[in-house]
């Protein structure tokens, strides 16, 4: 039973007008996600995880390509999740009032999120999880709370693929934007109470 590369929540052009083109989604989806389901399947074949699920396979899988590939299957599809074209501002609701009891207002989460984002050195991940409270917490290269225990929230891409097409070299712009303009909180709502 191969993995598959889940449909993306919205059309390839969605995000145009939000910051990132149909170009970054045609590289990002169709290229890189896509190609780190083709490798882990062709990993996976023949093999005691022929028929595991992407979860299992993160969580046996040691360091090196299949826990690679894996991760970024799930982190990209995470990803996708992550983004919306009516998204991003201030969250309402519990989740309004969980950030800001965690963190003490939407200005200091987004300030601790962003910074996270922008230091996360060389290419990685920046996450709210929950971890017995809201936190925020950088994972380098394909790495991901899921394989520390830890319930992933929102996360935002920074590998160089997922801004250079829109941003060129300007991460900060990129989370910005992500923050102003592209976070689904309905999703980050949904991960909460689950
Ligand atoms: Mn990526």
């Not at 969580?59 to 970024?72: I, M, V």
């Not at 969250?91 to 910074?115: M, W």
């Not at 097409?165 to 991460?171: E, G, K, L, P, T």
Request: with cysteine; proline share 4%; charged share 15%.
């Amino acid at each position: 039973m191969a993995i598959e590369l889940p449909p993306l929540p919205f059309a390839e052009d969605a995000l145009a007008d939000k910051g990132l083109s149909a170009e970054t989604i045609q590289y990002h989806y169709g290229k890189h996600h896509a190609t780190y389901v083709n490798v882990l399947n062709g990993l996976v074949e023949g093999t005691d995880h022929a028929d595991s699920s992407l979860e299992e396979i993160i969580l046996a899988a040691d360091a090196g390509p299949l826990f690679n590939n894996a991760a970024q299957v799930w982190n990209h599809t995470f990803y996708w999740n992550c983004l919306s074209p009516n998204g991003g501002g201030a969250p309402t609701g519990e989740l309004g009032d969980a950030i800001n009891s965690a963190f003490g207002s939407y200005e200091a989460f987004s300030t601790e999120f962003a910074e996270a984002a922008k230091t996360t050195f060389g290419s990685g991940w920046a996450w709210l999880v929950d971890d017995g409270g809201l936190k925020i917490q950088k994972t380098f290269n394909a790495d991901l709370p899921l394989k520390h225990g830890v319930k992933a929230l929102l996360t935002i891409d920074v590998w160089e693929h997922a801004y250079y097409i829109d941003w060129r070299n300007a991460r900060p712009d990129y989370i910005t934007n992500f923050l102003t303009n592209l976070v689904n909180w309905d999703f980050v709502s949904q991960n909460l109470a689950s």
